[in-house]
């Protein structure tokens, strides 16, 4: 099946960055979109960035674009979120997601296909 883990989450102040990275293991990912979403409770999973399979497009959600950054390095099967200029609203659980697609797809959860276990961030005011 594969699997995806994220690391790099904690607790941050407002106005400091973050960077979050995510390792696939047992498949090769290279070849698929990939994806961040977010997720608070009681709340529906939230596309966060995209990222297509060879790194040349993104797409980011209106709340983080201009402050995240999603990168792809397709040699070591990783993909990365680096969040700067954070807001409290921006806590959530973090997670990784890869489709079986080049193309980074819609912004719904549903559009993926393999997701990881989620990494926390939690940003005070």
């Known amino acids: 099946q594969g699997q995806l883990a994220e690391s790099g989450g904690g607790l941050v102040q407002a106005g400091g960055s973050l960077r979050l990275s995510c390792a696939a293991f047992?498949?090769?990912?290279?070849?698929?979109?990939k994806a961040w979403f977010r997720q608070v409770p009681g709340n529906e999973r939230e596309f966060v960035a995209g990222i297509n399979w060879n790194g040349g497009m993104t797409q980011y959600s209106d709340s983080v674009k201009g402050r995240f950054t999603i990168s792809r390095d397709n040699a070591r099967n990783t993909v990365a979120l680096q969040m700067n200029s954070l807001k409290p609203e921006d806590t959530a659980a973090y997670y990784c997601?890869?489709?079986?697609?080049?193309?980074?797809?819609?912004?719904?959860?549903?559009?993926?296909?393999?997701w990881g276990q989620g990494t926390q961030v939690t940003v005070s005011s």
């Open positions: 997601a890869a489709r079986d697609a080049y193309t980074i797809g819609t912004m719904s959860f549903q559009s993926y296909n393999y």
């Open positions: 047992e498949r090769d990912f290279s070849m698929r979109a």
